[in-house]
């Protein structure tokens, strides 16, 4: 079985800041890990996955995930935060085969003038 | 890349009506789709996973009955909420994995569609 844990349900930063968002994964097995952005009622936009390959995965608009296996994390990290940054964000791990993707609850990044 | 496309994008609808909401995968075959929930300031919650030519596969708690999946193509869902009520007003979401290019078993997201029934 498979969970994901965002340790954070809201964060708050300043423009120009940088910005952490926090996943915790668990998984049986070798894990792809996602990470996901939605604005408000909008669908989902992929950022960033994790597929076994480079444990440090850069994705668009200027954020980053590390995947450390020894501390089952999957965080998220942007050096400066834009206000457009201002969104929804979902930690997504993937099992094997055709199974469905696991979300976790979402960190809601607010930026501050 | 793959674009999965959904519509309505928006409805609203008088409670005891059904409404049809579509999923197709614009640039590639998706033997398999996936649907989801979402309430307000909430995560997805997957309701059922859509096989192309055979029965969805329902979460535990989604009622078969009142939300009916057809997945009669390789580009196509349909998720059909019958009887509708006021409670079933949410955001639904649908998502698709491309099997050709979709090794690192990433979906693709449709964009929504927002339902409210009055």
């Known amino acids: 079985a498979q969970s994901v844990t965002q340790l954070d349900s809201h964060v708050s930063v300043s423009e120009g800041t940088p910005v952490l968002l926090r996943c915790n994964y668990s998984s049986s097995y070798s894990p792809s890990l996602f990470w996901y952005v939605q604005h408000p009622n909008k669908g989902l936009q992929l950022l960033l996955k994790y597929t076994s390959a480079a444990t440090l995965v850069k994705g668009i608009n200027g954020f980053e995930a590390e995947f450390k296996k020894s501390e089952t994390s999957f965080h998220l990290t942007k050096p400066s935060a834009h206000m457009s940054d201002a969104a929804e964000y979902f930690c997504v791990v993937s099992g094997a085969g055709n199974t469905p993707l696991v979300f976790g609850k979402g960190t809601r990044l607010s930026v501050i003038a | 890349g793959a674009v999965v496309s959904q519509h309505p994008s928006w409805v609203i609808c008088k409670s005891g009506t059904s409404v049809k909401i579509e999923c197709r995968s614009l640039d590639f075959q998706a033997t398999t789709m996936f649907w989801y929930r979402q309430f307000p300031k909430q995560s997805l919650m997957l309701m059922a996973t859509?096989?192309?030519?055979?029965?969805?596969?329902?979460e535990q708690g989604v009622e078969k009955d009142k939300f009916l999946i057809n997945h009669a193509s390789l580009t196509l869902s349909t998720l059909t909420v019958t009887s509708a009520h006021p409670e079933d007003s949410s955001f639904y979401i649908c998502?698709?994995?491309?099997?050709?290019?979709?090794?690192?078993?990433?979906?693709?997201f449709g964009p929504g569609t927002r339902l409210t029934v009055t």
């Open positions: 859509s096989n192309e030519g055979s029965k969805a596969t329902y």
């Open positions: 998502s698709a994995r491309d099997p050709v290019s979709g090794s690192s078993y990433e979906q693709y």
